[in-house]
């Protein structure tokens, strides 16, 4: 078992008081996830955006790494890349010539004792305003799945090592203003690419008090573990037993079928749990897809085999022996001439900044939406 260690990052599953305190425990005893291509090209992409938030501030300890050279880690800068890194520095940038700052700290390792003793973390970046009183720290996100913001557990446990840092006291944290900013250009969001949660410093206290008792509680190694949609993002999913039993429970639930009249409280209930049911299962899936793949290289799983599921139909000619095709048939095969959408646009290459600029976003369905959560933060 590897020694139980509560990342801000995770905070999302062990720091809320119905998140799991169990999980830190849990994936201390299950090999350490391989570190995939999609993690390989975000540490790539956070050490592009370094060399410019650095250079713009006048340290030229690190420059910035140009489109086509290969990152120590042996990733290769695409200009996808470089467009995605810019879009972060210049915000960064922007901030610190707004206030006349010029001294960001770019990927600092923080110890966060106010939350945990021995609890340490690096943020993206940060920028304290001493004059104005306010205290910026940015969260890039290279990933594709939106991250919210507001209530977000990781950025406030960022908070509460950089009120440590910079010595914001319990009088000086209720003149301070923090601004939390998530800057996720590749990822659509109704809020924008860069997102911000601004509050005043004691504010985020009860939610620091949180992240204490329970890092206390996950680093304790005798937390119980708790499911929740948070076991999307747990390595431990696959052989954890609450998750395992939870699965089988809502499958259950799912088959239920239920005549009874509901209440709205009832059917908004029913519909959370629904919800859950189909994160929880996905989550799963995932993870038992991986193992059955895995075990299939080494040797297989009985009464199991693997094989291709079956894919797309595409022309195996070039377009003109499609058009003779079409012709000798009787029938026209030629499409009229089309653009790209949007979402080829950005996998052929287009900066997802230039495509949210150019594009619209057409309301789907109407589907049910939790009521946001920020005028409960923000009082
Ligand atoms: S799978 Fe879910 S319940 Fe199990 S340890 Fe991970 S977060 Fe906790």
């Not at 205290?135 to 990933?143: A, E, H, M, P």
Request: proline share 6%; glycine share 10%; aromatic share 6%.
């Amino acid at each position: 078992m590897r020694k139980i260690s509560i990342a801000p990052s995770s905070a999302g599953v062990w720091g809320p008081n119905d998140g799991c305190q169990g999980a830190p425990a849990m994936r201390a005893k299950v090999p350490r996830e391989p570190f995939g291509q999609a993690a390989a090209e975000g540490t790539a992409a956070h050490a592009v955006a370094e060399g410019m938030i650095l250079e713009a501030a006048g340290n030229y300890s690190r420059r910035t790494l140009g489109i086509g050279e290969v990152y120590k880690n042996g990733v290769v800068i695409t200009r996808e890349m470089h467009d995605s890194a810019r879009i972060y520095a210049d915000d960064v940038i922007g901030e610190m010539r707004k206030r006349s700052v010029f001294t960001p700290v770019v990927e600092g390792k923080h110890n966060i004792t106010r939350v945990h003793p021995g609890q340490w973390g690096y943020t993206d970046c940060d920028l304290y305003d001493k004059k104005h009183r306010s205290l910026i720290v940015w969260d890039y996100k290279n990933g594709r799945t939106p991250v919210e913001v507001v209530g977000n557990w990781q950025l406030i446990n960022y908070v509460a090592a950089l009120l440590e840092k910079y010595e914001i006291d319990g009088l000086e944290d209720q003149r301070t203003t923090v601004i939390m900013r998530i800057v996720q250009p590749n990822a659509y969001h109704r809020d924008g690419i860069i997102r911000e949660w601004r509050v005043m410093a004691c504010d985020l206290r009860p939610q620091i008090n949180i992240l204490a008792k329970n890092a206390a509680a996950a680093m304790s190694g005798t937390a119980p573990c708790r499911t929740g949609t948070h076991c999307k993002w747990c390595s431990a999913r696959t052989v954890c037993p609450a998750a395992m039993a939870a699965g089988t429970a809502l499958l259950e639930m799912v088959g239920d079928p239920n005549p009874m009249e509901l209440t709205p409280t009832q059917v908004a209930a029913q519909y959370e749990l629904a919800l859950r049911a189909k994160e929880h299962i996905a989550g799963l899936l995932t993870g038992y897809t991986q193992q059955m793949l895995a075990l299939a290289k080494d040797g297989g799983v009985p009464g199991w085999s693997v094989a291709h599921g079956r894919g797309s139909v595409g022309w195996a000619i070039p377009a003109e022996g499609v058009q003779q095709l079409g012709t000798i048939a009787g029938v026209d095969l030629l499409k009229p001439a089309a653009v790209l959408t949007p979402k080829q646009a950005e996998e052929a290459g287009v900066p997802a900044n230039l495509i949210e600029m150019y594009s619209k976003v057409t309301p789907g369905k109407l589907c049910p939406q939790k009521v946001d959560t920020k005028e409960l933060f923000n009082g």
